[in-house]
């Protein structure tokens, strides 16, 4: 489900997920995707080189809908 836009980044949260995984994002932009953990807001994988700061500004912008939504999708 895409929850945001910012510029060339969609975040989306999957409606499925595993229940050991902890409550994250998944950001899509150009061919790659990483994905932000929601508790303390580190990147579960590498960002690509000049990504970091771009995708850090962006997910600011949206991580208290981001939260309501993943909490609402996923009740826990």
């Known amino acids: 489900m895409i929850i945001a836009r910012e510029g060339k980044y969609t975040f989306i949260i999957h409606t ?3 229940a050991y995984e902890p409550p994250h994002v998944h ?6 995707q990483v994905r932000i ?3 303390g807001g580190n990147f579960m994988e ?3 080189s000049g990504e970091r700061s771009d995708i850090c500004s962006a997910y600011a912008k949206h991580v208290i809908t981001i939260r309501q ?3 609402s999708i996923h009740k826990r």
């Open 16 to 18: 499925r997920e595993l």
């Open 37 to 39: 953990e929601l508790n």
């Open 27 to 32: 950001i899509k932009f150009d061919d790659d």
């Open 46 to 48: 590498t960002p690509p």
């Open 69 to 71: 939504q993943w909490d």
